[in-house]
């Protein structure tokens, strides 16, 4: 019984007959009615599907997406998956089992921000928002369950639930590729994971929304992802600084002192973050300056910048009795207290309008540019139980996966209805959080795990920090202090313990110069989030997501245990500790106590970062970088802008000179982006984009070209080309 | 609107009115309307409600449990307990939350064998069937939804889903105990868990079953629980002696050559274990012998039974198109495959029936006395998905917790209707299973762990064996082997690698020695299962089910930090190295790497067993015992019948001489049990209890005497008393 739905096509979302329903049967059960989804084509390469009742507060409603049908319209309009035909679901005991076909030699990405593995085939996961506590299990900070094939696809489940996901591990008995029954006893190569060739997950709840997204490899099912979910975050100029937060207990005057320190001392700062104690009671809080640490907030809060400094305020949202909004909120609370906190329901308009009210006149109208937004995630131990009730009768199980996201969102449009962007901290999220100016952080604090989440993030519309708070040895902070550096958020982390950049003297230039990198590249680092803007193109992105970088499994499974073929290894190794900032600059992190590492180069010539030397194409290179500096490589034709080291972000007023660097010997061209830095008034088309070009003249040689842009949305004065390939 | 319930008395069950409903609704929320429980007493000391629509397959249903109203009569009719009556639920979401009151200074035990801990107040816990991992969340093989207070009472949540349990953690807005405020900027003791006054849960279900077990002590609660589930299992005689599995792919002669080698050197042996090469095809299973390494079964089992040596066959449940009941079961099997074998569907009588009619012919008429059930606990990557569907339209969540409850019904039931009793293994269990004949084993390896294991076994009706396998070291071999002759079953498990008792020479005798003394303790331990099956008393026991070890949370509070008195430390600390074995005998076993450890002594006059002399009395001791012997404790009065150290359980025809040791100083008495060691005639009043008596005779000397039953249920013929005290 084929399902066709034929709706019609609008500007905004369209609609056109999409794909065939399936019915299936189960021979071994009555009650196994599997059904064919009934997707509705809604927007250029992104299909929609409502099983059930579906729930009505799901992520991305929370997240209130707006999405951007300009960037998904130029990436074109394919056709349905194919590999998804045969995807069906069912109804039963209150939940939805969803079904989702795989091919063999296909491998899956996402499913959460995962600090232990990037390719999630054959994992199993609960999705729950959570502190990450050590295992890919599903419980971490952002447990967004979407996730991305290498045959180019990718799967969202929209829902609040905690969604259990068998990714390829089950194997049904109507198996179309079933695997053969062995004999443990005599055959050695029994499995104990026979071959699976579906996703199947529980939604606890008697419905849900799915989404398809194509893609012609994982970089465009992730571009259409985060289109769809708004395009990615554009954060202020001053976000992507260097960041330092001051120990909790600290006056005006000790903070100021700090940020004098770092002038004095040479190194460069954004933004400070002031601890629980700027708060007169925290814990749970009351969200007002603590009059005897911070008696004139607004005079600090201008001496900073007049600095150039912005302020970062720590919060979580517990409300205590000590806050003036305690009373007026009270209604608006749920059953269960959070370190004697009360828990704002804040899917109701009358709470996020107290807290409005009292943070715009607190914090906002005196120049704070955003929050710190601590302990919405988890451990279980600290927030409601499942067994809380919210008095808008949202159940815990949804209102913990949505709390970060709903606070993201909330927040944010408090600075967006000032036309001022922010930037900030958040230790919970969900789907649909592409556009919200956040960046993820804990207190897991393993610093390969830490780079392993920068590349898993890049699958799911979040941004990570592997923030540094103290270290061991003088080492282990330099190699976490250039990790830092090369993240959506240059964060040293140290209020508990006070550690400082210089904190140990035998590193502390090298500190500062990898710190002074961040600055200068600043050009480059902007425009790689104007790509996730208004491309969707992640910041950060994992390996699996460069181009030309096949998953081809004929390739890999011919080819197993060579370290000659890189795709090989990149397809049955999971790699997690390199990867891409922009279309241009390859990271490979070094780790305390290892002074050599590998590094897997994609397909094209690929140079060293500092020399501009040829270091080699399309294979494993083991390297001995030294300890002074990050590994840094950069791909043919690469073009790195760059600004003097700057100890500040430079304001809007500001404009430098660039220096444009340029690797390898190809011709080629990239476009600068550029705005006011500030407000989003680049939404309203004030910015520009700017082309950079290298062409070889008659003699054959390099020779670089730009067109910049006459608007006040351009702030470089020269470009000086530097050719770095000798 | 308080409700009442009247009901008429009847002698199997009788209800009388017996508890005030509350109907409590919360100032925050409207939909959080909380309902008091409907208490129907249902037998001396337990109470039931029935909460919305229950599931009709339960754990309780599924153990088909047959409650002894004659050993609950004897424990006294107690009112319903205090501390219960603000007890209450609500229903949302198709959920049933459950609310359960605590007092101050309340310890709460059980919530699943639990490997880490003993006390779990303060824990959270997600109830799901499933291999131990190392952390007491939930997921182990046993995760009985059942707790025990120190207040003496427990609480049990019959059903088979995947409950969430938050055991004193969550802070309602309503509480009555409700901690203070504090600013975590100022006040030093500030808490990350503030104090919480209840138990809450989550029953994934639109209802649920709840009982309530009184107690003057946690012994009496889970001695209520016990016989309300009708008893401890009694286990045969063969399976209290010592077991062996041999390597995997030997034939029958090389298990006969084994098995006389035992015999050669010395070492008891009372039944052998057969891995999965005794069949055909296994994982998944033929079930049917394997020609070529078991040409003629029953020839083999008669020529072991002639040495007096049982055999237990290793399986797990999933079926393999080899089997001759594959096509006949194919209709009874789920959606998903185990391994690419067939997962059938026990809850439908034809599954049970094909699989009786096939293992009665195959094992139980040859010989076969019992089973290894492996894996009907996890992992998740090996099991059915949750997603999974059974014929009988049970969803895979509730198939995943009663599945080796199921399978453990069903082979014991094969077994009754012969009048035999079986002994065996399994991985996988629930609540209910106090009747049933099973040890659960896994290979989680850490031996403390494993001690602790067979503390918190004791609270929740189920045994535990913490194997031996292998060791890298002889004192860690010795170590372990000592603590598994301490155990519901003495096992060597070493199919993998075939580590012998003999293996570590250095060790050999010491190994030998203490194999030989279960071997003769077997009186004793037999009465000790005796009473877990006429009185509900576990026969290991936590050191909290010791009576008179109090648990008054005054004394707690007043003496935190003090070595001199036992409570207090027992109280604050888990005491979770050292257990009882049945009334008398306190069992501190070393651990590889040590050589002095800590014992508590509960209230009364401890001694050594080996020597009789006094060690201490309520209080902390340190030893220093010595490689050779493991630490056993006897309490002032206590009373160890023993048998000559024989290498083969006695059969039903032999009888033999005891020697009864008295420990301490006092006048005291004690009953042995014994019956015929085989048949459920004991069920039938085929039994004897005999009065073992030391009484002061007028010089003031210890005196033993005994009233021998003469009965063909007694097999004992003398009676030597040795007074160890000196």
């Given at each position: 019984m084929p399902l066709i739905y034929l709706a019609n096509m609008t500007d905004r979302f369209y609609r056109i007959p999409a794909f065939i329903g399936l019915i299936l049967s189960l021979s071994?059960?009555?009650?196994?009615q599997q059904t064919g989804f009934r997707w509705e084509l809604i927007a250029p390469g992104v299909w929609k599907s409502v099983v059930g009742a579906s729930d009505k507060i799901t992520p991305l409603a929370v997240a209130e997406i707006n999405p951007r049908l300009d960037g998904l319209k130029k990436l074109g309009e394919p056709t349905f998956p194919n590999v998804l035909t045969g995807s069906t679901y069912q109804q039963t005991d209150g939940k939805t089992y969803l079904h989702f076909p795989l091919q063999k030699g296909e491998q899956l990405f996402g499913l959460g921000l995962n600090f232990k593995s990037v390719q999630q085939r054959g994992s199993i996961k609960t999705l729950h928002v959570d502190h990450y506590n050590g295992k890919d299990n599903g419980r971490t900070h952002a447990p967004v369950p979407f996730y991305v094939s290498s045959r180019g696809y990718g799967v969202l489940i929209n829902s609040a639930r905690y969604i259990t996901v068998y990714a390829g591990t089950g194997v049904r008995t109507d198996s179309k590729d079933m695997p053969p029954e062995q004999n443990r006893n005599t055959q050695r190569d029994w499995s104990a994971q026979p071959y699976s060739d579906a996703v199947e997950m529980v939604v606890p709840a008697p419905g849900t929304e799915v989404y398809v997204f194509a893609g012609n490899n994982p970089m465009e099912v992730v571009q259409r992802y985060n289109l769809y979910c708004g395009g990615g975050t554009l954060p202020p100029k001053w976000g992507l600084g260097f960041t330092h937060r001051t120990p909790t207990l600290f006056t005006d005057e000790q903070v100021l002192t700090e940020v004098a320190d770092f002038e004095a001392k040479g190194y460069p700062l954004s933004f400070v973050g002031l601890e629980p104690?700027?708060?007169?009671?925290?814990?749970?809080?009351?969200?007002?300056?603590d009059s005897t640490r911070f008696p004139k907030p607004k005079l600090f809060l201008d001496r900073l910048l007049q600095k150039n400094i912005r302020a970062n305020l720590w919060i979580n949202p517990y409300v205590s009795s000590h806050s003036p909004i305690f009373k007026d909120v009270l209604p608006y609370t749920g059953s269960h207290l959070v370190w004697v906190g009360r828990v704002p329901d804040f899917t109701m308009a009358p709470a996020r309008n107290l807290y409005k009210d009292l943070f715009t006149k607190q914090h906002l109208s005196i120049g704070i540019s955003g929050y710190k937004v601590d302990e919405v995630d988890g451990y279980d131990n600290w927030l409601w139980p499942d067994v809380a009730t919210f008095p808008s009768g949202l159940s815990a199980e949804q209102m913990r996966q949505i709390y970060g996201l709903q606070v993201q969102k909330m927040t944010d449009t408090w600075f967006r209805q000032r036309n001022q962007r922010t930037y900030g901290l958040v230790r919970g999220s969900n789907a649909g959080s592409s556009a919200l100016p956040y960046v993820i952080y804990n207190d897991y604090y393993d610093h390969r795990d830490f780079i392993t989440a920068l590349c898993t993030s890049s699958f799911i519309g979040v941004l990570w920090t592997p923030e540094a708070r103290s270290s061991k040895t003088s080492e282990e902070w330099l190699r976490r202090m250039q990790s830092v550096c090369f993240s959506p958020m240059a964060m040293l982390n140290a209020w508990a313990d006070g550690t400082k950049p210089w904190t140990f003297p035998d590193v502390a230039q090298d500190v500062k110069d990898v710190m002074l990198l961040r600055m200068q590249l600043l050009p480059y680092l902007y425009t790689t989030f104007a790509q996730y803007h208004f491309e969707g193109k992640p910041p950060i992105r994992a390996m699996n997501l460069v181009e030309g970088f096949s998953f081809d499994t004929k390739t890999t499974e011919g080819q197993l245990n060579s370290t000659e073929n890189p795709y090989a290894i990149a397809a049955r190794k999971d790699l997690s500790d390199q990867f891409m900032v922009g279309d241009f600059l390859l990271v490979a992190p070094m780790f305390a106590g290892s002074t050599t590492r590998k590094v897997v180069l994609p397909p094209g010539k690929w140079y060293d970062f500092y020399t501009g030397k040829l270091v080699g194409e399309a294979k494993v290179i083991e390297i001995t970088p030294g300890l002074s500096k990050i590994p840094l490589f950069v791909k043919e034709g690469g073009i790195i802008p760059m600004i003097p080291p700057v100890l500040h972000t430079p304001v809007n007023e500001e404009k430098l000179p660039l220096t444009i660097r340029h690797y390898g010997k190809s011709e080629t061209s990239w476009a600068l982006y550029d705005d006011d830095g500030e407000t989003f008034d680049y939404e309203r088309s004030t910015y520009s984009w700017t082309r950079l070009a290298v062409k070889k003249n008659k003699k054959g040689e390099l020779a670089g070209t730009w067109s910049p842009a006459r608007n006040a949305a351009f702030h470089y004065t020269t470009a000086t080309w530097e050719y770095m390939t000798p």
């Open positions: 071994t059960s009555a009650l196994a104690g700027w708060q007169s009671h925290a814990y749970p809080n009351s969200f007002v300056w």
